[in-house]
């Protein structure tokens, strides 16, 4: 089996590219990123699909973006609510984080050099929230193209990296559906930014809104408990 | 004052690098990290040399790349002693850690974009580390390129990212030369990366030759003091 690395949110659309990952045969090594996000049980949904998707390694390091800030999600700045799906999908978001994508795929790079991995599965999506630029198409290509100058493997040719984004061009729905025709459980997963005290979904915060049309439009139920 | 992220090792490159963008008049942001790399004593150093270089803020963030591996700089894997010059420029040192640059650079990315910084001063040079794959030209401009489609800043078109490497053709002794003639104060720095007990460097790491042969050539004395 040919080891991949996985980046692993804990959310629908990164636990829906590991099932894929599985199903394509490789032996998988997630990674995941206590990185100051706000939500923090989603790193909890992280281990959670890990183990339930039977993983070889779940590597979980920790990165200060926080001590940087710039976003939503990391520093004291509001996470929107209520929003429409138009008003979400127009614009950079205040939950971007600068440079995050490419903070995650350096970490990747790094790791499947180290254990000999080619590709690095990455859920990047296009269509929902075409607002993130380190989501695009060109973006995923031009770090391929600097991981394979970067490393030791890609200059020797012994190895060539690939950004594997294989949810691009799939809508939410289409995410779902993928997912659930793989037998992932998304139960185990976690998209709320600001989970109640209680534990549930909050349902009003850009990740709940999209995530709810996008299990309505599946015609599946999604299993998580919402708050509003 | 146009800002300025600086990564800022501590050694004789980094150094020179931040004396370059101060005398180019920017306000400077050093970037330093925690790695887990062996000689945490350069962190000292940069710390120091920020201070004296009159930086407008210093940060250090911590990396997690002891768990990923893969190099003699942050695993288990002995550090080569009195090689020649010859051999150190031969094929990619056990010092080499994978994807590190391009992780250190990508932080810088995401601290410029919040700053409001365009240019990201980094001290590769391709001359005495050719083996190196993340200091060559190629490399970086790749990395600049992706800079620019990762970005808000750079989809939005507002700013354009640089990549600043003007150490990248000069040899060790020109660098020192450099350094010199803009005031640092190489006492500040250091270099080596395994240090002995009593706080001298050893002078027969690879970090360490290539250093003394830079005073040396650049007729300069240096001010550190060696074990061997």
Redo the contacts between chains.
Sequence with gaps: MKAAVVLLSGGVDSTTTLALAKKQGHSLYALSFAYGQRHARELEAAQRVAAACGVAEH?I?????G????SALTADIRVPKGRSVQAIGAG?PVT????????FL??A???A??IGAEAIFFGANVLDYSGY??C?P??LE??E???N????A???GTRRFTIQAPLLRMNKAEIIRTGHSLGVDFGLTWSCYEPTADGKACGLCDSCVLRRKGFAEAGLRDPLPYAA
């Design positions: 590597l390091l920790s990165l200060d973006l001590r940087i800030g710039g950079i971007y984080v600068p440079a995050r994508n490419t903070i350096a970490h790079l790094a790791w050099e180290v630029p380190d695009r060109e973006y031009a770090f193209r600097m991981a100058l970067a490393t030791k890609g200059v020797e």
